[in-house]
């Protein structure tokens, strides 16, 4: 907006926001894009695909030993078993925390992310300084996010360079061994799975 | 008018398929498990998969995940040309000197073109 103006016209609209708008409204105008396939696709990342769907395979993962070989030998196939696949989630690997080994997700080409199990990425994740940081001081950036690795325990930091993606099974906290895949689940957040954060017990 | 590549009714089916980019290859693996590799020094004035941070740096074979599209030619409309795609293993003092911690390694996914028999 112009700086010699000094006075408020109501337009909250960003340039950005007001860039995309001209765009679609082209695109809309031209044929090119069904405002209805747009609905669509938001409502699919809104409503059906996130977070949620990655913690009910880490849940299961750590309630069935059976399901746990499976994804950790051939995750695409074990996470299409619980009816998540597609777009981002193509080639699966699954990598997992113990006691000894903390794996830290980045992208530093881009924002490659596994859509599936996790949905869209968020902000933090895209930006420049994490993508950048990540792989030269993972455990900087993990104490920024409040996670202490003791120095006898190995960072392995994977970068999404191609179209493999990345899910962090977590470490399963003590003191939940009577609780059941269902309680369990609602413990694991998004960040527990990219690796910048652990899962805590209730 | 043009019609809409994606109407709405094609929207989840699309999401659910996805688009796979591991393509069936005859070709055998030059690299195995546990190998010394070097990454490849080069700098394309198009696109590339090989960050910078690794060129020229040693490292170790991790695993093959079978033969995928190369994006340095597919990008440029030049052709899918699969090719086997690997997990490398760089240490973290390799690639940023003695500062950092000994156990501590950066694994990238690295396409056959991008690396050398160290």
């Known amino acids: 907006m112009a700086s010699d103006h000094d006075h408020d016209h109501d337009n909250s609209l960003s340039e950005t926001v007001l860039r995309v708008k001209a765009l679609e409204s082209l695109l809309v105008e031209k044929g090119l894009v069904d405002p209805a396939a747009l609905d669509a696709m938001v409502d699919a990342y809104e409503n059906k695909i996130g977070p949620r769907n990655g913690a009910r395979v880490v849940?299961?993962?750590?309630?069935?030993?059976?399901?746990?070989?499976?994804?950790?030998?051939?995750?695409?196939?074990?996470?299409?078993?619980?009816?998540?696949?597609?777009?981002?989630?193509?080639?699966?690997?699954?990598?997992?925390?113990?006691?000894?080994?903390?794996?830290?997700?980045?992208?530093?080409?881009?924002?490659?992310?596994?859509?599936?199990?996790?949905?869209?990425?968020?902000?933090?994740?895209?930006?420049?300084?994490?993508?950048?940081?990540?792989?030269?001081?993972?455990?900087?950036?993990?104490?920024?996010?409040?996670?202490?690795?003791?120095?006898?325990?190995?960072?392995?930091?994977?970068?999404?360079?191609?179209?493999?993606?990345?899910?962090?099974?977590?470490?399963?906290?003590?003191?939940?061994?009577?609780?059941?895949?269902?309680?369990?689940?609602?413990?694991?957040?998004?960040?527990?799975?990219?690796?910048?954060?652990?899962?805590?017990?209730? | 008018m043009a019609t809409p590549p994606l109407t709405a009714d094609k929207v989840m089916p699309a999401i659910l398929n996805g688009g796979p980019t591991q393509r069936e290859s005859a070709a055998k693996p030059r690299f195995a498990a546990g190998q010394a590799v070097r990454a490849r020094c080069f700098n394309p004035t198009g696109h590339t998969r090989l960050p910078r941070y690794v060129r020229g740096r040693l490292g170790t074979i991790e695993r093959d995940h079978g033969a995928h599209v190369f994006p340095d030619s597919n990008a440029k409309l030049q052709g899918e040309k699969p090719q086997l795609l690997y997990t490398v293993r760089f240490a973290a003092r390799e690639l940023w000197g003695e500062a950092a911690n000994p156990a501590d390694a950066v694994y990238l996914d690295l396409w056959e073109d991008y690396l050398d028999a160290a």
């Open chain 1, 59 to 202: 849940a299961r993962a750590w309630t069935d030993p059976a399901y746990k070989a499976r994804l950790m030998a051939d995750a695409t196939a074990a996470i299409a078993e619980l009816g998540y696949s597609g777009a981002q989630g193509e080639h699966m690997v699954v990598v997992e925390n113990t006691p000894t080994v903390h794996n830290l997700v980045v992208c530093t080409l881009c924002s490659c992310y596994p859509w599936p199990v996790l949905g869209l990425p968020p902000v933090w994740y895209k930006s420049s300084a994490y993508r950048s940081r990540a792989v030269i001081d993972p455990r900087g950036v993990l104490r920024d996010f409040g996670i202490t690795v003791p120095d006898e325990v190995a960072v392995r930091v994977r970068d999404s360079t191609a179209e493999i993606r990345y899910l962090v099974l977590p470490e399963r906290p003590a003191g939940t061994e009577s609780l059941g895949a269902e309680a369990l689940e609602v413990l694991v957040t998004r960040d527990t799975m990219i690796g910048t954060a652990k899962v805590s017990a209730p």
